[in-house]
């Protein structure tokens, strides 16, 4: 059984203040709203709903913690470029992700979603330049993969790749998809291996790939 199949939800926060108490570790799921991110966490989770408790209404702008046991926490950051959203509103979650990306101590890395056809924004390059900086890992998921022929998958990863080739010691980039489940396993590896080895053991991932090269992930050059 995977890691996130153990997922529950566990808190949902709106302010700095309410965020549960730094111990333990946590991992972060990104991306534009329409990305593809809930349906990525629901794939990892092998659940229909998990991440989608983030689009309830009152819940849309909020961090979700979901609990994964043994002190390890998956957090739903509020999806960005939504155009409809206030800028007032746009501005107080500008702030509390930039500062959450930036200091928090607990986050082991970053998963960033990024809807294959269209990789690369500007709001998605504001989260890589508050994330970077702390030297922590970034792995993308080139999402709805099953929406591409080969060639336009090739042209997708060799464009994140040159355009990301300055974070190559920092960042993986991947294919993905929720529908057809393209570098489900890839995934799932890649993000249980920040959690350390011990939890990767506990979760019982038997995929042979984790031992060599990782066909499918690639790291930029
Ligand atoms: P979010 O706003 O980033 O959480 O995006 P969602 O997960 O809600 O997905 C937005 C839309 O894209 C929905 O209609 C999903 O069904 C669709 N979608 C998400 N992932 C995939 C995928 O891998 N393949 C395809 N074909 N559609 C997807």
Same mark, same amino acid.
């Given at each position: ?31 534009r ?9 629901n ?14 209404p009152?819940?849309t702008q ?8 043994n ?5 739903? /950051?509020?999806?960005y470029?939504y155009?409809k959203? +206030? &800028?007032? !509103? ?6 509390l @992700?930039?500062?959450?990306?930036q200091?928090?101590?607990?986050l082991?890395?970053?998963?960033l ?14 989260? /890589?330049?508050?994330?970077l900086?702390?030297?922590? +890992? &970034?792995? !993308? ?6 929406? @591409?022929?080969k060639q336009?998958?090739?042209n ?20 993905f ?13 890649? !993000?249980t291996?920040?959690?350390?080895p011990? @939890?990767a053991a ?14 499918g992930?690639?790291?930029l050059?």
């Amino acid at each position: 059984m995977s890691l996130f199949q153990h997922a529950v939800f566990f808190t949902s926060v709106a302010d700095w203040r309410d965020l549960p108490t730094p111990e333990g570790e946590e991992i972060a799921f990104a991306g534009r709203s329409n990305a593809g991110k809930s349906s990525a966490i629901n794939a990892l989770a092998k659940r229909k709903r998990l991440a989608f408790i983030s689009k309830l209404p009152g819940r849309t702008q909020q961090i979700n913690f979901f609990s994964l046991g043994n002190g390890r926490y998956l957090v739903d /950051l509020p999806g960005y470029g939504y155009a409809k959203v +206030p &800028v007032t !509103i746009r501005q107080h979650w500008e702030t509390l @992700l930039s500062k959450y990306l930036q200091t928090r101590k607990k986050l082991r890395g970053l998963v960033l979603i990024m809807d294959a056809r269209h990789p690369i924004t500007t709001l998605d390059k504001q989260m /890589l330049d508050w994330f970077l900086p702390t030297g922590k +890992p &970034v792995h !993308i998921l080139l999402s709805k993969a099953d929406k @591409l022929n080969k060639q336009q998958a090739n042209n997708a990863l060799h464009h994140v790749t040159e355009t990301l080739s300055l974070c190559h010691h920092q960042c993986t980039v991947q294919l993905f998809s929720s529908v057809s489940k393209i570098g489900l396993d890839e995934a799932e590896a890649a !993000i249980t291996a920040w959690f350390g080895p011990s @939890l990767a053991a506990v979760s019982k991932i038997k995929n042979p790939r984790l031992k060599g090269s990782k066909p499918g992930v690639k790291r930029l050059k």
